[in-house]
């Protein structure tokens, strides 16, 4: 018998939380992707999009991290999938801006896409981690 999920209810808003966070980003992406662009005076993109997908892949994953919420005793996989999202963004918009192909205002993107979830992201992680292992059974 697995332990009940250490801080559910706090997982649950934060799944929550980022669901409804990723819905919203990905919906006003989806729709204006230049904004990024325009607020932090890079050039604008010649192909929106393709920024204009990256909404609909962020905005996608907020239904998974609403599943998260629902149950969390059986989100493990998609989290981990989200926090390696959000360790590789920043990888490469670090990458982005050392070569100056991006300049530091655009750090607004990976702050609130990124950073603001780690800690959360890997507090569910450590704590859904016995449930995962129980029901985990190889193919």
């Known amino acids: 018998m697995t332990p009940p999920l250490a801080r559910r209810s706090l997982h649950r808003k934060t799944f929550f939380a980022a669901g409804i966070y990723n819905l919203v980003w990905g919906l006003w992406t989806g729709l204006d992707p230049q904004w990024l662009f325009r ?7 010649n192909h929106p999009e393709v920024f204009a997908c990256l909404g609909m892949v962020i905005g996608v994953y907020g239904l998974l991290y609403l599943e998260v919420a629902r149950r969390p005793e059986h989100g493990f996989a998609i989290a981990a999938i989200g926090l390696s999202g959000k360790l590789m963004g920043p990888a490469g918009w670090l990458i982005a801006v050392l070569t100056g192909s991006w300049p530091l205002s655009s750090g607004v993107l990976i702050l609130t896409n990124d950073l603001i979830w780690w800690i959360p992201f890997t507090m569910y992680l450590r704590d859904a981690w016995p449930h995962y292992r129980a029901t985990w059974k190889p193919a």
């Open 39 to 45: 607020m932090t005076g890079m050039e604008q993109l």
